[in-house]
Nanobody, 125 residues
Framework: QVRLVESGGGLVQSGGSLRLSCKSS????????MGWYRQAPGKQRDLVAS???????TYADSVKGRFTISRDSAKDTVDLQMNTLKPEDTAVYFC???????????????????WGQGTQVTVAS
């Protein structure tokens, strides 16, 4: 299982940009999907964007065209570039890593679903 550490959150004015980074303690090449989620006060944690180990990306409708997720295997990081930020983007942003369980003959390598500690993003109007 890997440990995830997020960075890059902060306070920004509406219309501004921030770049979040998630550093994995292990290689991200074996992780099936990495994603960014967010949770506003009193609300559930929702998917913002995800990227598979084949490079396939998905985005929440609310961030399409404004946010871009990317991965760097050399650095074992997954970044979230956030542009044209809105007050409703204010939340704690969490990095997530999902690895499937794999089996090869008698050998089973258990998967995991791991979260970072979160980083606060505040967009002032």
């Amino acid at each position: 299982q890997v440990r995830l550490v997020e960075s890059g959150g902060g306070l920004v004015q509406s219309g501004g940009s921030l770049r979040l980074s998630c550093k994995s303690s292990g290689t991200i090449d074996v992780i099936n999907t990495m994603g960014w989620y967010r949770q506003a006060p009193g609300k559930q944690r929702d998917l913002v964007a995800s990227i598979s180990n084949t490079g396939r990306t998905t985005y929440a409708d609310s961030v399409k065209g404004r946010f871009t997720i990317s991965r760097d295997s050399a650095k074992d990081t997954v970044d979230l570039q956030m542009n044209t930020l809105k007050p409703e983007d204010t939340a704690v942003y969490f990095c997530n890593a999902k690895k499937d369980t794999t089996r090869s003959g008698p050998i089973t390598v258990r998967g995991y679903d791991t979260w970072g500690q979160g980083t606060q993003v505040t967009v002032a109007s």
